[in-house]
């Protein structure tokens, strides 16, 4: 029996609730109560991720206002401006960057511990990276981008993961939406991360999605990580016929060249679109994760997992979406085991 | 040399209004016409010579034409090196219609009667490009396909009143190869054919150099360049064509001054030598927020003015 294999973990954040909204924008709340409603909602989240099966957990950054904004708001350098879109309604807050960056404190440690008293599982902390922290401010200051980037990574974020290694952390997780941006920087976003995860004793892994170009252009710069596990989002772009064959699983081609290279590292399959509310069936997260399979050869570097954070649904949909990734995960295990 | 100003592309919105479509505001409607004045209002006051509506209402530059018969929705996929996402045009069958797409957003009760009006369209090869076809079994008949359903848009807004379109082709600075060139080409002339109106095919978020000297003999009245990307375009002479020049940047909030602009503008041209000449952003300003636009359409407004006063 494999039964460790295809563990369950989940990418980011999840969306706030409309209480927790509420309390945050009134005045007449004091700081500590705001404080405790967050705590509050980092429970919960961490609980439900739980009963949904998974067998890694965070809070749903239920601290943090949003991945990137919470990061700027606490390193010295940046002045955060107006909304942009993401796409459609989907908005997030940019900043400029105005004088050299700086390390104030470190800014996940507080949740992170917090996070370990609650959790019964496995604790993975997700943290924005430095070239993504980059690529979403405006520069003013640096005369070159790549400076501000690897100031980033020395300065900023290789000191907090090497605290919060120190505080008990195992697995980090570093967040590089950005990373397929610029096709003709992989090889500094590379240089980035191996920046920022030098001498941190720790599970590293990395998250990318939405690449325009299935990933391509990140080979092979992508193969000099050092990272263990690539988090990425492939079902967003797959069909949703059944099915463990390449044209079922168009959206899964990607893989393909993490097996041409003959990379050994573990892959954090993407099962879940998070921007539909659609809850896949069980038996479609089975066939995605068996091609994946299917494709590398070896159950147990593939780890499942929702495209991205799931902030964008409803919270309902959001944990029904996670139990189905379970219960697909379910699925392909036993069939892995009657093989 | 005649030489003037314009914006294009989709502007961004302003706090109120983001956070009106979060909460669904049932004032909505009223909102985004209120805002659509503001911006079309800021355009007058800043003596910019074609004026746009803002499209603060498009989710993206190709969503209105999804409603083009044959395309569905398809995925969100990242619109080139931006953090901003579109959803992705599917091919499920023979594009056909068009018309009256991209009047649902030129709002012609709100743009001045005292001067010229400007509309945007995606160019047809860039929406193949940015497609996935599951219908076509070659492309060719996909492109020309939609490049027909966009001419019958060019046509409604030229009868509406539109002087000069604006055709977005950021994938042709990525067509490599003469028979997709002259696809390109191909499409460009039915989409301008027998149409009274000005047509500047702008290129951006990449670098035009490759496919400039073809571009050149497109059936357009100009080619509207990015000035961050025109490193390296000496020795091209624009000819007949003019230059819509995105001397404005609209990937960064460091506010242009005016002086510079103009000396740039001078600079590039000197060696583009184009028949006429437009100040433009580089691309749509909805990359930085609405304050930021604001103020960089002063500045290319102040720019306008010293090219006028020398």
Known sequence: MKESIFKVQEIGSLRKPEWLIKTLRNPNISQETKKAARDDLAYINVKRMEEAGLDIVYDGEARRTEMYEYAVRNISGFKLTGWIRSWDNKYYRKARVIDKVGYIKPYYLDEYKSVTEIAKKEVKIPITGPYTLADWSYNEYYPKREDLIFDLAKEVINPMLKELVSAGAKIIQLDEPAATTHPNESKLFVEAFNQSVKGVKAKTTVHICYSGDNYTTLFPDILEMKCTQFALEFANRDTSKLGVNRESRQGYSALEAFKEYNDPREIGLGVSDVHVDLIESPEIIRDRILYAEKILGDPTRIYVNPDCGLRTRSRNIAFAKLSRISQGRDLAKKEINQQ | ?310
């Open chain 2, 1 to 310: 040399m005649m030489f003037g100003s314009y914006i294009g592309g989709i502007y961004p919105r302003s706090e109120r209004l983001i956070d009106a479509t979060r909460k669904n505001s049932p004032n909505l409607k009223s909102l985004f016409v209120e805002e659509k004045k503001k911006i079309i209002s800021l355009q007058v006051k800043a003596g910019l010579s074609y004026i746009s509506d803002p499209l603060i209402d498009w989710d993206d530059m190709l969503r209105p034409f999804l409603r083009l018969e044959g395309f569905e929705q398809g995925s969100l996929n990242r619109i080139f090196e931006k953090n901003t996402f579109y959803r992705t045009p599917v091919a499920a069958g023979k594009i056909r219609g068009g018309g009256k797409l991209a009047l649902t957003s030129l709002s012609t009760r709100l743009l001045p009667k005292s001067k010229p009006w400007k509309a945007d369209l995606p160019d047809p090869y860039t929406v193949v490009a940015l497609s996935k076809n599951l219908y076509y079994k070659n492309r060719k008949d996909f492109v020309i396909d939609v490049a027909k359903a966009l001419a019958r848009e060019a046509r409604t807004l030229e009868n509406k009143g539109v002087k000069l379109i604006q055709v977005n082709g950021p994938s042709l600075c990525y067509v490599r190869g003469k028979e997709d060139l002259g696809l390109a080409k191909e499409a460009l002339k039915i989409l301008t054919k027998g149409l009274n109106v000005k047509f500047y095919l702008h290129l951006y978020f990449g670098n035009p150099k490759p496919v400039l000297s073809d571009i050149l003999d497109f059936h357009i009245h100009g080619i509207g360049l990015d000035s961050l990307a025109v490193d390296g375009l000496k020795g091209f002479k624009m000819g007949d064509k003019g230059l819509a020049l995105g001397c404005v940047d609209a990937g960064n909030t460091r506010i242009d001054r005016p002086d510079q602009i103009v000396s740039e503008a001078k600079k590039i041209c000197s060696v583009l030598e184009p028949r006429e000449l437009y100040l433009c952003p580089n691309y749509d300003l909805e990359y930085i927020p609405h304050l930021y636009a604001r103020r960089k359409i002063i500045k290319l407004g102040e720019a306008l003015n010293i090219l006028r006063d020398e």
